[in-house]
T-cell receptor, first 112, second 116 residues
Framework: GENVEQHPSTLSVQEGDSAVIKCTYSDSASNYFPWYKQELGKRPQLIID?????GEKKDQRIAVTLNKTAKHFSLHITETQPEDSAVYFC???????????FGTGTQLKVEL | NAGVMQNPRHLVRRRGQEARLRCSPM?????VYWYRQLPEEGLKFMVY????????ESGMPKERFSAEFPKEGPSILRIQQVVRGDSAAYFC??????????????FGNGTRLTVT
């Protein structure tokens, strides 16, 4: 099965700084690459996703970059704000992406 | 659109009892997925269902766990003879289309099962 790792496991940044979280996966058949944000005690929410035919996608302060050759994709958050504090999960998928394999999560803390 | 509805939000069961978790997908969605999340871990895929059919149950434990998505009514995840290790948050997600097509998963707020 798919082996998914995220780095770092915890990340602390100052408000206004950028944050980058990297996700590596093992299944070369993966073709869908989403990132989810989960606040404490709440449901995971999709924040951005990318398909295998695209290398980069941006949505305001959030971007995802994909390197399919190296089997990793990254989440980039610019101008971080306290409300960005949460756990972020990558969840690569195959076959259109609805069977997702979640990473172990990255706890992001944005400090004032 | 009310989103994915799960109930109950919290469920406490004693060892050996049965737990029934319910999930109503978003309006217009006919694909349902169940995931389990242990404390401080990621979500683990359990089962994928369409109306009246189990499409993929590769993540379901072989014993005590079952799932259904009847023609009418919510999807049900059933855990028989619960043990302490079943304590977790169980999330349901739905999508418009299934595997082979790109369609984001929308998650419910989860059911937090505690086995005492």
């Amino acid at each position: 099965g798919e082996n998914v790792e995220q780095h770092p496991s915890t990340l602390s940044v100052q408000e206004g700084d950028s944050a980058v979280i990297k996700c590596t996966y093992s299944d070369s058949a993966s073709n869908y690459f989403p990132w989810y944000k989960q606040e404490l005690g709440k449901r995971p929410q999709l924040i951005i996703d990318i398909r295998s035919n695209v290398g980069e996608k941006k949505d305001q302060r959030i971007a995802v970059t994909l390197n399919k050759t190296a089997k990793h994709f990254s989440l980039h958050i610019t101008e971080t704000q306290p409300e960005d504090s949460a756990v972020y999960f990558c969840a690569p998928g195959t076959g259109g992406g609805n069977k997702l394999t979640f990473g172990t999560g990255t706890q992001l803390k944005v400090e004032l | 659109n009310a989103g994915v509805m799960q109930n109950p939000r919290h469920l406490v069961r004693r060892r050996g009892q049965e737990a029934r978790l319910r999930c109503s997908p978003m309006k217009g969605h006919s694909h349902v997925y169940w995931y389990r999340q242990l404390p401080e871990e990621g979500l683990k895929f359990m089962v994928y269902l369409q109306k009246e059919n189990i499409i993929d149950e590769s993540g379901m434990p072989k014993e005590r766990f079952s799932a259904e998505f009847p023609k009418e009514g919510p999807s049900i995840l059933r855990i028989q003879q619960v043990v302490r290790g079943d304590s977790a948050a169980y999330f349901c997600a739905s999508s418009v289309t299934g595997q082979g097509e790109y369609s984001p998963l929308h998650f419910g707020n989860g059911t937090r099962l505690t086995v005492t």
